[in-house]
């Protein structure tokens, strides 16, 4: 199928609507990760999970964590021409603070002075060397203030040419992208398709050259045409429990539930065995954060589990109903999973399958669920803000989960600056949340990217991106 | 004139009701626009500022009195999901889309039912009769999502006359879009075609029963003369109900169809709305959806009559 | 005539078998409805599984057993409300006209345009989730479609020679409504029911899409389907045995109402 001078667009498949292009309003993985080849903000992230200059050429932080300094890449351009100016920069934060109002990472900035034009100095109102991974904000241009939601100028690889809603957005190469040593491909439509089948069909049919979140089934029949990457979905998926529901309160029942899932089958059912198990909230691959030591504390072990329980005086059992979206049929499936897995050591478990906003607003927000399976992706590389969700005050603390020794250690991590202890810290907490059995925290799940034979690269990052200026023509 | 101007205020007092009911149901499900958009790593605060900004923060009274009286000046809002595209821009673009469907399917289903189920009635009873009879009883049984990918599969795949997904939008590339939509069109017609024939066969076999047939007949007209001439008027009367309602259903945007062909239509754009709780956008494909379920209603009425002089309303 | 009734023959012994096929798997299936084994999944029909298995290493077979009963039951359960409330509505506006034939059937227009989603939704939040509440709101959808065809059925009726007859007679309305032309709209109500019955199995699988119809791991023949969709490449088998079951039952079904009304021609 594939002609060896066909350079036309490369088409990607993406299951999911992207339904504003404000990089600032940005909410969902999928938004973030096209939206990645746009923008950039003064860094950018890598693909071992750590941050480089991207708008900023380097940066300087002072001693005590607070006074971080910029100086801008000289020649950078914005997607019209113009150059990039230290105002942009301020401009730029100051409309993103502003957007997610006073509880948002960049309300911890107290000033943003541009003493000349290429210098940018960013003073935080107190220490926080995790600051630096908040800077990734698109920049924008000030010029376009007005037009920023409909017609978004970034300094990223890609501009942005077309934006069709619940259809497709394109993105052509910017041809004044700093970065001249980059080679890659002139155009890339981004086609919403409905769902994970259609876009499968339409992958066979080759009107998509690039889809991801393939199931093994399907990579064994995708045919000659296409290059499988394999890599992981960057979620911690599990089994999130309600700690305040009554039986869920018991650590041992909790533990009890750890033991009964088999987390190797389901890592096995979905993507033979790609996936990573983990056993607590951790990414893998972001090696820089992540407790290694917690691996391997809860074996498949049902009678262990029917043990605790009994121990726990549940030795009957008790009644646990799975919330799960519907949309999902990943989530879906791994609670048909575990619902069996539970009725083996005698939970009466079951299914509650719901619509996406009645998950939003009952499970996530009002906290009214017993147990759900999903899957949390990572929107900051600040590993801060990954472990707020266990904190017991904090708005996010989904299972409800509380530990006064959790809560000293997280506030401990916020004030030191030294990142050796911070590893050390969240090591700790990753630990407890491992030997307190929050959840059932089972695997960075193993995801196979199909990309046409026309074309070659594609890096993988641990966070939400889609990195299309990684992407070269194969002839 | 009379009978024109009851209808139409029958309609805008359906319209009133229908928009009331569709308010009151955001009211009632669970799930919130703005959290919808923000999702799971928003800040409450960011939550209760967009709500603010969405005016979700009002009761629900209020906010009905805000969105009629701009639904009045013909401003249906600006879409919650898609935050820049105004309610009438987005339905202005789904909406070709889905009339073309209808249209090419109505074709279809007129071309091919009618013929059939006239052949049917005629040789009732005997072989082409039989066989359209089984065909179509199969047909009919076929789940329509079911059809939809057995299409596809073979068009799209084992033959490549059709490429799924490579849907171009009218005003781009009309003729694209016509050809693109031919096989979704015929995926939408074939169990409504199976049950056209069925209807006409089944009223020209009951008409034939009828008093006025066997005047016709002792009058020495032919079959076919008695057929064309008297009964076909007569036996179409339920079959332009059940057309009229085939049509509707389609304007109103058929869903599976358009998952299963990826075409942005104006079905697709009323689950997205619903699942994203996007109630502006709602509340004008639900209005849309009425004023074409009460608009061919009318059309049908009118058609009885012409059918029909007997049937005369007040 | 007598050709008529091979329909029914062949209806009613295919809906007798799906039947029974149905009620044996609601007591007994060859494994557990719900039983999994990763390592059988995907397998094409053999001897031990005679429609293969699903991705999970579900029986197929047991699968669509047990799952033919739901779908029936929701079927039935669907059209008997929408055929039963749309033909008393559909009877009443059409015979007696008039301002309650127009506020009716205005309502139906309401019933008609309001998206069916939205209103499972509203059901499910209000009564909770369940089947009965789905085939309530099922149910409800489906009174519009009924009650235009009797009211359009009553209305032609009414102006013909045998009505008028009764009318100077002096029975009463009711009488005539129920006795004289409730009968005469047989022929359609049974085809209409046909597709109201197809209807329902396809509209169960569509609101399972949502997370509103049968809960899983529970199997309905609609939601194996919809579910085999992404695994149609490599398991056609998955999709196909449920499909032509679905095929099957409304076969059966369509074929006994197309007997009955030759029956009484």
Sequence with gaps: MSDSSDHSALVFGLTQEISSVDPHEDTDAATRSVLFNVFEGLVKPTTDGEVEPAVA??????????EYTFTLRDGITFHDGNPVTAEDVKYSLERSAGIDGDQSALSAISDISTPDDSTVVITLSAPDSEFIYNLTTAILEEANDAQQADNPIGTGPFKLTEFEEGQYLTLEKYDGYWNKDLDYIDEVQVKFVADADEAFMELQSGSIDCLQYLTKDQISSVGDDYNIITTTMMLVHGLFLNNDYEP???????????????RDAINEMFADGKGMIVQTHGYPRITA?????????????????????????????????????????????????????????????????????????ETYQNRNYQATVIGFDISSLSPATWYKRYYSTSDNDMTNFASTEYDSLYDQAQQTTDNDTKKDLYGQMQQILTDDAASVFIQDPGDFIALNKRFTGLKTYPVSALDFSSVQYAN | MKYFIKKIISL??????????????????????????????????AVENLRKEYGLDKPVIVRYGDWLADALHGDFGQSFKYSNKSVSELMASRLPVTVLLAVMSLI???????????????????????????????????????????????????????????????????????R????????????????????????????????????????????????YGHVFRNALIPVITFVAMVVAEILAGSLVVEQVFSIPGMGRLLITSISARDYPVVQASVLYITTIVVVINFIVDVLYQLADPRIRYA | MKKKNRYLTVGLIMTAAVLVFTIIGQFWTPYPVNAMDSSASNMAPCAAHLMGTDDLGRDVFSRVMNGCGMTFFVAVC????????????????????????????????????????????????????????????????????????????????????????????????????????????????????????????????????????????????????????????????????????????????????????????
């Excluded at chain 1, 869920?248 to 088999?262: I, M, S």
């Excluded at chain 2, 031919?182 to 008093?211: G, H, T």
Aim: net charge neutral; charged share 15%; hydrophobic share 50%.
């Design chain 1, 57 to 66: 050429q380097d940066y300087t932080v002072s001693d005590d964590m607070t």
């Design chain 2, 180 to 227: 693109y939509l031919f096989f979704p069109a015929v995926a939408v017609a074939i169990p409504k075609i199976a049950m056209v024939v069925k209807y006409l066969r089944n009223s020209v076999l009951s008409e034939m029963k009828k008093d006025y047939v066997r005047t016709a007949y002792s009058k020495g007209n032919s079959d076919n003369q008695v057929l």
């Design chain 1, 248 to 262: 869920l309160q018991n650590k041992e029942v909790r533990q009890a539930l750890n033991y009964a899932v088999d």
């Design chain 1, 289 to 361: 954060w992540y407790n290694k030591d917690t691996e391997g504390t809860y074996t498949y072990d049902p009678d262990k589990a029917k043990e605790l329980l009994a121990d726990a005086g549940y030795a009957d059992g008790f009644d646990l109903e799975i919330t799960v979206p519907s949309n999902f049929t990943q989530h879906v499936t791994t609670a048909e999973m575990i619902a069996e897995n539970l009725k083996a050591v005698g939970i009466n478990a079951t299914i509650n399958s719901v619509d996406w906003n009645t998950w939003l607003s």
């Design chain 3, 78 to 265: 669907t059209v008997a409300i929408g055929a039963a409330f749309g033909t008393i509505i559909g009877a009443l506006t059409g015979f007696y006209g008039g301002i309650f034939d127009e506020i009716v059937m205005r309502i139906n227009d309401v019933l008609l345009s309001f998206p069916s989603v939205l209103l499972a939704l509203i059901f499910v939040s209000v009564l909770g989730k369940g089947k009965y509440n789905i085939i309530l709101a099922l149910g409800i959808l489906f009174i519009p479609s009924f009650a235009r065809i009797v009211r359009s059925e009553v209305v032609r009726y009414k102006s013909l020679e045998f009505v008028k007859n009764a009318q100077v007679m002096g029975c009463s309305s009711m009488r005539i409504i129920f006795r004289y032309i409730i009968p005469n709209t047989k022929v359609s109500m049974l085809t209409a029911a046909a597709i109201g019955f197809n209807n329902a199995v396809l509209a169960e699988a569509s609101m399972s899409y949502l997370g509103l119809g049968i809960q899983p791991p529970d199997p309905s023949l609609g939601r194996m389907l919809s579910e085999a969709q992404s695994h149609i490449f490599n398991a056609p088998w998955y999709a196909l045995f449920p499909g032509i079951m679905i095929v099957i039952i409304i076969l059966g079904f369509s074929l006994i109402s197309e007997g009955l009304r030759a029956m009484n021609d």
């Design chain 2, 108 to 178: 279809i289903i007129v071309v091919v039912s009618l013929p059939l189920g006239m052949l049917s009635a005629r040789f009732s009873g005997r072989w082409p009769d039989t066989v359209i009879n089984i065909v179509s009883q199969v047909l009919m049984a076929i789940p329509s999502f079911f059809l939809g990918i057995i299409i596809t599969y073979v068009f799209g795949i084992v033959l490549r006359v059709f490429q799924t997904g490579g849907f171009v939008s009218p005003d781009k590339d009309l003729q694209g879009c016509i």
């Design chain 2, 12 to 45: 805008i007092i359906t319209l009133l009701v229908i928009s009331l009911l569709t308010f009151t149901a955001f009211s009632i499900i669970p799930g919130d626009a703005a959290l919808s958009k923000l999702g799971v790593d928003a800040s409450p605060t």
